[in-house]
């Protein structure tokens, strides 16, 4: 069975950077394409970066198009997703999911000065 584990979030000063990686067991991550979500305090979930599993096909929100770059490390079986310029809107939970079944438990980035 596929197990998602993110790590890398924290607490950032606005436009600063955070890199935060999705680790995959059970199962090759390659094999599939995974999405980024966050959700801020008191709001729905929602999508801000998503790859084919190929990765041929990477597409961002319009608020992160630019400034998020999402990779992968097939050798460790992961997916990260680079946030610069960041925004204190963009404080939130940041979860990874693969076929919208598969969830991590999620990792908090606050972005504060």
């Known amino acids: 069975q596929l197990k998602l584990v993110e790590s890398g979030g924290g607490l950032v000063q606005p436009r600063g950077s955070l890199r935060l990686s999705c680790a995959a067991s059970?199962?090759?991550?390659?094999?599939?394409?995974v999405v980024w979500f966050r959700q801020a305090p008191g709001k729905e979930r929602e999508p801000n970066s998503c790859?084919?599993?190929?990765?041929?096909?990477?597409n961002y929100a319009a608020s992160v198009k630019g400034r998020f770059t999402m990779s992968r490390d097939n050798d460790k079986n992961t997916m990260s997703l680079q946030m610069n310029s960041l925004k204190p809107e963009k404080t939130a939970v940041y979860y990874c999911?693969?076929?919208?079944?598969?969830w991590g438990q999620g990792t908090q980035v606050t972005v504060s000065s």
């Open positions: 999911n693969v076929v919208n079944v598969y």
């Open positions: 059970g199962v090759a991550l390659d094999h599939f394409g």
């Open positions: 790859t084919s599993s190929s990765g041929v096909s990477t």
